[in-house]
């Protein structure tokens, strides 16, 4: 199982084990310009997107920033 | 007009309402500012207020007619420099306090040299790529500074919602995480003053030693 912002993003017999962190940001709909990622408790550099991969027990944060101030 | 308070009385005056050892942290203490908006000009005026040592307060725009809605600025400021112009109400508010000014706008070059003497580096931009960039620059360059961030305080929904969340042992990110003012909803002053105040008082919190260390 991993978690994304606390929900299990592996549904339907679909899992993320062993993709990367680019892949899984490609299937959604976040605006890689305008946020930051965190993986248990650690942020991922931007240029490592596609080079880390996601692993069981894996619990992703990502911060989607909105316009405004 | 009246002659302004010593530097004392101020500080007694400080100490009265916040206490000694609250006021000796803050004094010392010295915090960035990053955007002169309706977040970053009111955290600057509250984190003044509050007695912070040391602003540093940076911007790469003036003081626009359409800011005077809700961004700490008077009429006669349009046109100025805002760091220029915030530092001067600063001043009236808060005399003794310490101010840095950059007129200058923040890339992932400049962030760190900004802002590495910063105890709390705060991101007070109305751009969300500009927020994304300093967040990024900072955990990944200066991982152990205090980062406070603001993102969702747009429209006329209650302010209720607006909160401050901790994200990472050093970061957090105050607001309703939502609301977009791309999607047309304008922005007004007491819901971003309400966001502001969130991330000012978090500064506040950090620097008085009242968070607990624990957590992520």
Known sequence: MIKVNGIDIDIGGKSFVGKSIADYLASTNYDCKRIAVEKNGDIVPKAKYAETLLAEGDALEVVSFVGGG | ????????????????????????????????????????????????????????????????????????????????????????????????????????????????????????????????????????????????????????????????????????KNFYVCGDGVSDVNDGIGLVAPRVMACAAHEALTAVRLICGLIPEQGK
């Not at chain 2, 007009?1 to 010392?28: T, W």
């Not at chain 2, 000014?101 to 709390?120: C, G, K, Q, W, Y």
Request: glycine share 6%.
């Open chain 2, 1 to 168: 007009m009246n002659s302004i308070p010593s530097k004392q009385q101020i500080f007694d005056a400080l100490v009265e309402k916040q206490g000694l050892e609250n006021v000796k942290k803050l004094q010392a203490a010295t915090v960035a500012v990053c955007g002169l908006g309706g977040l970053g000009s009111n955290i600057a005026i509250s984190l003044a207020r509050a007695g912070i040592g040391k602003l540093i307060l940076i911007d790469f725009d003036s003081v626009d007619i359409t800011n005077l809605h809700r961004q700490q600025y008077k009429a006669f400021q349009v046109g100025m420099p805002k760091p220029e112009a915030l530092s001067s109400n600063l001043k009236e508010i808060a005399p003794y306090v310490e101010l840095e000014t950059h007129f200058v706008r923040m890339t992932e070059e400049n962030t760190i040299p900004l802002t590495a003497s910063a105890d709390v580096v705060i991101e007070a931009f109305d751009k969300a790529d500009a927020k994304a960039m300093l967040v990024n620059t900072i955990l990944e360059q200066n991982p152990n500074q205090y980062l406070v961030s603001g993102s969702g305080m747009a429209g006329f929904k209650n302010a209720n919602i607006i909160q401050t969340r901790r994200v990472l």
